[in-house]
Nanobody
């Protein structure tokens, strides 16, 4: 397994969760990392991305100000801190690796298995 996502769960509205995605060293050192999500019956949606150097980040419009993406180079892990969660944030969250861009699904060469986030009202 080259990308392993974890940290999903059930949280109440307004709560917080931190997702983790552990990558192989080969991928982590060569790729930018990002998160997408997919709710039932909907298309996969861009959440956040961080470039390989760690200094450039991007966010989907509805995540700005609430979500923070970061990467720990010592642990080959990318994190997604999610605050002020809303029921509409309920989805399976997928981490992925990209070489360029990072905001489009087609940018990604590798995907993890997904972790379910459920926000109750």
């Amino acid at each position: 397994v080259q990308l392993q996502a974890s940290g999903g769960g059930l949280v109440q509205t307004g709560g917080s969760l931190r997702l983790s995605c552990a990558a192989s060293e080969r991928i982590f050192t060569r790729y930018g990392m990002g998160w997408f999500r997919q709710a039932p019956g909907k298309e996969r949606e861009f959440v956040a991305a961080i470039k390989r150097g760690g200094r450039s980040t991007s966010y989907g419009d509805s995540m700005k100000g609430r979500f923070t993406i970061s990467r720990d180079n010592a642990k080959n892990t990318v994190y997604l801190q999610m605050n002020s969660l809303k029921p509409e944030d309920t989805a399976v969250y997928y981490c992925g690796a990209f070489q360029a861009g990072g905001t489009m699904r087609s940018d990604y060469d590798y995907w993890g298995q997904g972790t379910l986030v459920t926000v109750s009202s």
